[in-house]
């Protein structure tokens, strides 16, 4: 057995880190097992997980349920190809997102992360208006802070600050940007940004095969919270000019807003919806671009009828079976009483932060919590004091957040806000 000094040195050596310099500098916590709610270090320590691992474990770890779904179908087949082959597992999960995604949502495309299913769902919007005869409409239009993802073309879509624009000049497609919505879950609607919204979509509308926006919740580009009206608004007005809608919901969706998906906060429908994420309760890389048969007849009718993309591991089966039983476990319970429990836990927990000189905002939306400072997180000071509060939780910029397992129990959920004070008092 290596010891853990050895396994930390070559992994900073060799293993690259999300986000991070090669070799690594900041060491990572070495993690030997986790169940329920609680991340096992190799050191012995135990953390209670505030982050669900980036919004994916919504039931947390090792639940047996989902175990058993794993086992069984890695008895059957871990893999086979989707090409010419179908399997049981991937036909319920599409008949299930079907089911309970916004009504019209028809077809499923299965891919294997949330970024990809992005460049899918971007894909389909502009095949759709090449195959319908307007293949000048290749621009996407969204609004600032938002993120989509790593690979280019969700790249191109992320904030232009937060996603480094600068960088990429002249390689990232240049795509349009408006101003943020204006922040707050029950703020009242601001019809002056609404109308900013129309008229810049009309403006554009020539060249625009989407608009596409996280609804009601930002998450990685500034965990902000807006009222869903501008999503419904976004909805009329892409309507009214010739423009898709495409809501990325891979952080959002599968109750953690507080709806089952955003968008039902708003009672609408886009043209493609994308999640991930929770899709498989954190088990396994996953991701869905749903679409309207609107888009996929117009596909259809172009001179290349196909959609041509097609990843090794589409609607890879131990993905599938563990996807339909953390649907299923999730549906299986009062998921909306789960969400609404920790929402409260954390309201009353988080609430002593907003006494705190250094907090700009604390803010609260279904089972998501955060802390806005004033200035940029010290994260190796926020870490040791969180982890030294036995939780797991990872700051980024000026924010430090949460968004629990739904099994958390409340003394959990105490503790995950009662640590994020801490650190919010000294970071
Ligand atoms: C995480 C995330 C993505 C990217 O998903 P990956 O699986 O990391 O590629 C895209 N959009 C949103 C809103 C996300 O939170």
């Given at each position: 057995?290596?010891?853990?000094?050895?396994?930390?040195?070559?992994?900073?050596?060799?293993?690259?880190?999300?986000?991070?310099?090669?070799?690594?500098?900041?060491?990572?916590?070495?993690?030997?097992?986790?169940?329920?709610?609680?991340?096992?270090?190799?050191?012995?320590?135990?953390?209670?997980?505030?982050?669900?691992?980036?919004?994916?474990?919504?039931?947390?770890?090792?639940?047996?349920?989902?175990?058993?779904?794993?086992?069984?179908?890695?008895?059957?087949?871990?893999?086979?190809?989707?090409?010419?082959?179908?399997?049981?597992?991937?036909?319920?999960?599409?008949?299930?997102?079907?089911?309970?995604?916004?009504?019209?949502?028809?077809?499923?495309?299965?891919?294997?992360?949330?970024?990809?299913?992005?460049?899918?769902?971007?894909?389909?919007?502009?095949?759709?208006?090449?195959?319908?005869?307007?293949?000048?409409?290749?621009?996407?239009?969204?609004?600032?802070?938002?993120?989509?993802?790593?690979?280019?073309?969700?790249?191109?879509?992320?904030?232009?600050?937060?996603?480094?624009?600068?960088?990429?000049?002249?390689?990232?497609?240049?795509?349009?940007?408006?101003?943020?919505?204006?922040?707050?879950?029950?703020?009242?609607?601001?019809?002056?940004?609404?109308?900013?919204?129309?008229?810049?979509?009309?403006?554009?509308?020539?060249?625009?095969?989407?608009?596409?926006?996280?609804?009601?919740?930002?998450?990685?580009?500034?965990?902000?919270?807006?009222?869903?009206?501008?999503?419904?608004?976004?909805?009329?007005?892409?309507?009214?000019?010739?423009?898709?809608?495409?809501?990325?919901?891979?952080?959002?969706?599968?109750?953690?807003?507080?709806?089952?998906?955003?968008?039902?906060?708003?009672?609408?429908?886009?043209?493609?919806?994308?999640?991930?994420?929770?899709?498989?309760?954190?088990?396994?890389?996953?991701?869905?671009?749903?679409?309207?048969?609107?888009?996929?007849?117009?596909?259809?009718?172009?001179?290349?009828?196909?959609?041509?993309?097609?990843?090794?591991?589409?609607?890879n089966p131990l993905a599938s079976a563990v996807a339909n039983a953390s649907i299923e476990v999730l549906?299986?319970?009062?998921?909306?009483?789960?969400?609404?429990?920790?929402?409260?836990?954390?309201?009353?927990?988080?609430?002593?932060?907003?006494?705190?000189?250094?907090?700009?905002?604390?803010?609260?939306?279904?089972?998501?919590?955060?802390?806005?400072?004033?200035h940029p997180v010290d994260m190796a000071t926020a870490t040791r004091v969180v982890t030294e509060h036995?939780?797991?939780?990872?700051?980024?910029?000026?924010?430090?957040?949460?968004?629990?397992?739904?099994?958390?129990?409340?003394?959990?959920?105490?503790?995950?806000?009662?640590?994020?004070?801490?650190?919010?008092?000294?970071?």
């Amino acid at each position: 057995m290596t010891s853990q000094e050895e396994l930390l040195a070559l992994d900073a050596r060799h293993v690259w880190h999300p986000y991070g310099p090669m070799p690594g500098t900041v060491p990572p916590l070495l993690v030997r097992e986790a169940a329920g709610v609680r991340l096992r270090l190799a050191d012995g320590r135990e953390l209670v997980d505030g982050m669900s691992s980036w919004w994916a474990a919504v039931h947390g770890y090792r639940h047996p349920v989902l175990d058993a779904a794993l086992t069984a179908q890695a008895g059957r087949m871990s893999h086979v190809m989707f090409g010419g082959l179908t399997h049981e597992p991937a036909i319920s999960l599409a008949r299930t997102l079907v089911e309970i995604t916004p009504d019209g949502l028809e077809h499923v495309f299965l891919c294997d992360s949330g970024s990809v299913s992005i460049e899918v769902a971007v894909k389909m919007c502009m095949q759709y208006w090449q195959s319908t005869g307007q293949p000048g409409k290749r621009r996407l239009l969204t609004w600032r802070g938002g993120y989509h993802g790593d690979t280019f073309q969700p790249m191109s879509v992320c904030d232009p600050d937060g996603g480094m624009h600068s960088l990429w000049k002249g390689t990232l497609a240049e795509q349009v940007f408006v101003p943020a919505p204006p922040p707050g879950f029950g703020a009242p609607l601001d019809q002056s940004y609404v109308d900013m919204l129309a008229e810049q979509v009309a403006a554009h509308a020539h060249e625009l095969a989407a608009v596409i926006v996280e609804p009601v919740v930002q998450g990685a580009g500034g965990m902000r919270f807006h009222n869903p009206g501008y999503v419904r608004a976004l909805r009329e007005i892409t309507a009214e000019n010739g423009v898709l809608l495409i809501l990325d919901e891979i952080a959002t969706g599968f109750g953690r807003s507080g709806a089952l998906f955003a968008a039902d906060h708003a009672g609408i429908t886009p043209d493609v919806l994308c999640v991930g994420k929770a899709l498989t309760g954190g088990y396994l890389s996953m991701a869905a671009a749903l679409c309207t048969p609107e888009i996929a007849d117009g596909i259809s009718r172009g001179e290349l009828p196909v959609l041509a993309h097609g990843p090794t591991f589409m609607g890879n089966p131990l993905a599938s079976a563990v996807a339909n039983a953390s649907i299923e476990v999730l549906l299986g319970q009062d998921w909306l009483a789960e969400v609404r429990r920790i929402e409260a836990g954390l309201q009353s927990g988080l609430s002593a932060a907003a006494e705190l000189p250094a907090v700009r905002e604390v803010r609260v939306l279904g089972a998501i919590g955060v802390v806005q400072l004033d200035h940029p997180v010290d994260m190796a000071t926020a870490t040791r004091v969180v982890t030294e509060h036995g939780v797991w939780v990872r700051p980024f910029r000026d924010l430090i957040y949460t968004m629990p397992p739904y099994v958390s129990s409340d003394e959990d959920v105490e503790s995950i806000a009662r640590a994020i004070v801490a650190a919010a008092a000294v970071a």
